[in-house]
């Protein structure tokens, strides 16, 4: 069986009995591209690599400069690929198991304070081209600062999952894993807003004889919604209009202000791993670095034998 088959086939097992999201699979599909190319540079393929060939991989990867998380990534697929060929029978031994990895630097989260977050919501209501813009924007950052949700989850949200004013929403994140979030009062304004904006825009699409779209936030663009990169863009442009540098501005940043500030006013680290939907508390304990991070210079700014010092 060729590399390509061997890839091809592990793609399909993940998504058909894991459920990894089609973000997850094309990370995995380049990072097993760029083994499979190395190991055909070197006379070498999938079924004939051993473990040698594996950490030679990795430490070219590390003489290019590839940043540690990549490197992590990297060897989790590989190693996730070994082990679907071992189960498979594709191969007798699995040569990346004993491998330890670079393991993950530990990075404290980019984060935006509550005065650059409120610049950029009110900076989205009058953002764009038109009304239609000013609404759809206006609903977009709103949605993504009261729930916290990741901007594939937010892109892709049905139309159905806002009818009826709702105070909390359904989402649908990783591995088609459901949870609840509550609404915030602005949130539902603005969702409301720009609902019956929508409504209009699907029923002059009906006159005109096109189909309608199932999503919140549609486009006329391949994958029938707004797209993570066009949201991206579009997230930039608000800061500079907000006067909120956009170098510390992304989708995620919105994200992680919403954990912090909610940490921050008292949420339970629990209430706050269901709403942004991590597997693990471990992976939300993040927040807890970032909150004594700015504890500890709040002392040292204010406190009276700090500043003597």
């Known amino acids: 069986m060729s590399a390509a088959h ?10 058909a009995e894991r459920g990894a999201a089609d973000n997850t699979q094309l990370a995995y599909g380049r990072d097993l591209l760029d083994f499979t190319g190395w190991l055909a540079a070197r006379q070498l393929d999938l079924a004939s690599a051993q473990r040698a060939d594996v950490e030679a991989y990795l430490i070219g990867c590390e003489a290019e400069g590839l940043a540690l998380s990549t490197r992590a990534r990297r060897l989790s ?3 996730q690929l070994y082990r679907f060929a071992f189960e498979e029978g594709l191969r007798l031994d699995n040569p990346a198991v004993q491998i330890t990895g670079p393991g993950r630097a530990k990075r404290l989260p980019k984060t935006l304070s509550v005065e650059e977050v409120d610049q950029m919501l009110v900076a ?18 709103q949605l993504l600062y009261a729930t916290g949700m990741r901007v594939s989850e937010l892109v892709t949200l049905p139309l159905s999952s806002a009818r009826g004013d709702p105070r909390m929403l359904l989402i649908r994140g990783k591995g088609g894993k459901e949870r609840m979030v509550p609404l915030s009062p602005p949130a539902r304004v603005a969702l409301a807003g720009w609902l019956a904006c929508r409504d209009g825009q699907e029923d002059r699409a009906r006159l005109a004889g096109k189909p309608a779209s199932g999503f919140l936030f549609a ?3 391949k994958a029938g919604h707004l797209t993570r990169h066009a949201f991206y863009l579009l997230i930039k442009d ?6 909120v540098s ?6 995620h940043t919105l994200r992680h202000a919403f954990a912090t ?29 970032v909150l004594e991070e700015r504890l500890r210079d709040l002392v040292l700014d204010h406190h009276p034998l700090a500043r003597d010092r």
Not at 9 to 14: I, K, N, R, V
Not at 238 to 243: H, R, S
Not at 265 to 271: H, S, V
Request: with cysteine; hydrophobic share 45%.
């Open 238 to 243: 608000i800061a500079v209009a907000a006067g």
């Open 246 to 251: 956009p170098a510390k501005v992304t989708p």
């Open 261 to 289: 500030h909610l940490l921050a006013n008292g949420a339970d680290l629990r209430a706050i791993q269901t709403f942004l939907g991590h597997a693990d508390v471990a992976t939300t304990e993040i927040y807890t670095h």
């Open 219 to 221: 486009s006329r663009g």
């Open 77 to 79: 697929s590989i190693k």
């Open 124 to 141: 989205a209501q009058s953002h764009g081209r038109t009304p239609e813009d000013h609404l759809r924007n206006a609903c977009l950052m």
């Open 6 to 15: 061997w890839v091809s086939a592990f793609l399909e097992t993940q998504a």
